[in-house]
């Protein structure tokens, strides 16, 4: 980051490996696994695959939205001492919401320009399927009336300052933005036509690892639908409004998931011979209106690309998450940006959204992209429930 911004150090930092679980789909194969056990198996996964010793994490940084499990409450911690880091390892939580993934990268990152870490592993994790549903007033009781029950997977997907879901504010981009629902329909078949792809030509085959669950291995995201047809997408029932353009289809799927990623100091990872996978170069949050919020990303990649002096033509790969395809779409026409090179392997519309985890997962497969088509500079972004955005610069190695 520059030093307008407070950070001055020169030093580099990499986000060296990660791993992540298949998603599974709402009440599907990993219903039963809270966020920390989905979490321990991906970041013991990533020490592995580098031969990395937990002796050497000086941090744990843990990224949930919906605490759906009272050992989430202490998932960073938990999740230090689980993989065998020094009981001396500090760890904490963060919730950015959807962009909370991406921020554990930031924060990593920040520690170690300051000098206060040399590795840190990061994580994020999300059961969306084990959120519980919350009575009010049991504790006290009540003199007269029923105690208040709410959902709390509903209302966490609800902005109540506004008193706007999450997919009214997508309705109100494709107004914005004149994405209609012909358009919507076909950038949803076709994420889950390139995810589907990605399986077959193996490019995930590094990233995911198998998980147990009910005595069954699964290899692969639940959510994805390899049969999916164009004209059965085209066949749903709005969602949100009559005659609106989200539907089941074209919105992120509600899924349970972990990703985990190493990011340490370019002297780390001489001293212990490892070969990252991209250099973290910068990242940007900024605000938007809450009605608005699937736009964030848009201001949050034209800040980060004004601030290292380039443009979008100097970017060879973007990753936004795909909350809904006109809130994606609307990002797109806003920035001028080619959908060819815009989430190549599919996006969250086929894989689906745990909630803390996406931030985790679009950056790891942004670098693993990079990678494997020779790319240089990438861009992975959210948007933010309540009206932000996030984005992350990376530099293929």
Same mark, same amino acid.
């Given at each position: 980051?520059?030093?307008?911004?407070?950070?001055?150090?020169?030093?580099?930092?990499?986000?060296?490996?990660?791993?992540?679980?298949?998603?599974?789909?709402?009440?599907?194969?990993?219903?039963?696994?809270?966020?920390?056990?989905?979490?321990?198996?991906?970041?013991?996964?990533?020490?592995?695959?580098?031969?990395?010793?937990?002796?050497?994490?000086?941090?744990? %940084?843990?990224?949930?939205?919906?605490?759906?499990?009272?050992?989430?409450?202490?998932?960073? @911690?938990?999740?230090?001492?689980?993989?065998?880091?020094?009981?001396?390892?500090?760890?904490?939580?963060?919730?950015?919401?959807?962009?909370?993934?991406?921020?554990?990268?930031?924060?990593?990152?920040?520690?170690?320009?300051?000098?206060?870490?040399?590795?840190?592993?990061?994580?994020?994790?999300?059961?969306?399927?084990?959120?519980?549903?919350?009575?009010?007033?049991?504790?006290?009781?009540?003199?007269?009336?029923?105690?208040?029950?709410?959902?709390?997977?509903?209302?966490?997907?609800?902005?109540?300052?506004?008193?706007?879901?999450?997919?009214?504010?997508?309705?109100?981009?494709?107004?914005?933005?004149?994405?209609?629902?012909?358009?919507?329909?076909?950038?949803?078949?076709?994420?889950?036509?390139?995810?589907?792809?990605?399986?077959?030509?193996?490019?995930?085959?590094?990233?995911?690892?198998?998980?147990?669950?009910?005595?069954? *291995? %699964?290899?692969?995201?639940?959510?994805?639908?390899?049969?999916?047809?164009?004209?059965?997408?085209?066949?749903?029932?709005?969602?949100?409004?009559?005659?609106?353009?989200?539907?089941?289809?074209?919105?992120?799927?509600?899924?349970?998931?972990?990703?985990?990623?190493?990011?340490?100091?370019?002297?780390?990872?001489?001293? *212990?011979?490892?070969?990252?996978?991209?250099?973290?170069?910068?990242?940007?949050?900024?605000?938007?209106?809450?009605?608005?919020?699937?736009?964030?990303?848009?201001?949050?990649?034209?800040?980060?690309?004004? @601030?290292?002096?380039?443009?979008?033509?100097?970017? *060879?790969?973007?990753?936004?998450?795909?909350?809904?395809?006109?809130?994606?779409?609307?990002?797109?026409?806003?920035?001028?940006?080619?959908?060819?090179?815009?989430? %190549?392997?599919?996006?969250?519309?086929?894989?689906?959204?745990?909630?803390?985890?996406?931030?985790?997962?679009?950056?790891?497969?942004?670098? @693993?992209?990079?990678?494997?088509?020779?790319?240089?500079?990438?861009?992975?972004?959210?948007?933010?429930?309540?009206?932000?955005?996030?984005?992350?610069?990376?530099?293929?190695?």
């Amino acid at each position: 980051m520059s030093e307008e911004y407070g950070i001055v150090s020169a030093r580099k930092v990499y986000l060296v490996a990660g791993k992540r679980t298949p998603f599974g789909r709402f009440g599907g194969g990993l219903a039963k696994k809270t966020p920390v056990d989905l979490a321990q198996e991906c970041a013991q996964a990533t020490l592995e695959s580098i031969n990395l010793l937990p002796k050497l994490i000086d941090h744990v %940084i843990f990224a949930n939205v919906v605490p759906s499990s009272t050992d989430t409450l202490y998932a960073g @911690r938990h999740l230090g001492l689980r993989v065998g880091a020094p009981i001396t390892t500090p760890a904490y939580n963060v919730n950015r919401l959807c962009g909370s993934g991406i921020q554990v990268i930031l924060d990593a990152n920040k520690l170690i320009k300051f000098q206060e870490a040399e590795c840190v592993l990061v994580s994020g994790s999300e059961n969306m399927s084990m959120t519980p549903h919350l009575t009010y007033g049991g504790r006290f009781g009540t003199k007269y009336g029923n105690l208040k029950s709410v959902d709390m997977l509903l209302d966490a997907l609800t902005d109540q300052h506004c008193q706007t879901s999450m997919g009214i504010t997508a309705e109100n981009l494709a107004k914005e933005f004149s994405i209609g629902r012909e358009l919507s329909d076909e950038y949803s078949f076709n994420s889950h036509k390139k995810c589907q792809q990605a399986y077959e030509q193996g490019f995930f085959d590094d990233e995911i690892i198998p998980v147990q669950a009910h005595k069954k *291995n %699964i290899i692969k995201d639940e959510h994805l639908r390899s049969d999916i047809s164009l004209a059965q997408m085209q066949a749903l029932p709005a969602t949100f409004q009559k005659n609106g353009v989200v539907t089941a289809g074209s919105a992120s799927g509600v899924v349970d998931g972990a990703a985990a990623a190493i990011i340490a100091s370019e002297e780390f990872c001489l001293r *212990n011979k490892l070969t990252p996978l991209a250099e973290i170069i910068d990242g940007t949050v900024v605000g938007v209106e809450p009605t608005l919020m699937g736009i964030g990303p848009s201001p949050a990649i034209k800040l980060l690309l004004e @601030r290292n002096k380039m443009g979008l033509d100097d970017i *060879n790969l973007v990753e936004i998450n795909e909350a809904f395809a006109p809130q994606i779409l609307a990002c797109a026409k806003d920035l001028n940006l080619s959908l060819e090179k815009t989430n %190549i392997w599919g996006g969250a519309i086929a894989m689906g959204h745990p909630l803390g985890t996406t931030g985790v997962r679009i950056s790891l497969t942004l670098a @693993r992209q990079l990678k494997q088509t020779a790319g240089t500079y990438g861009i992975a972004s959210a948007c933010i429930g309540g009206g932000q955005g996030i984005s992350l610069l990376l530099k293929s190695c």
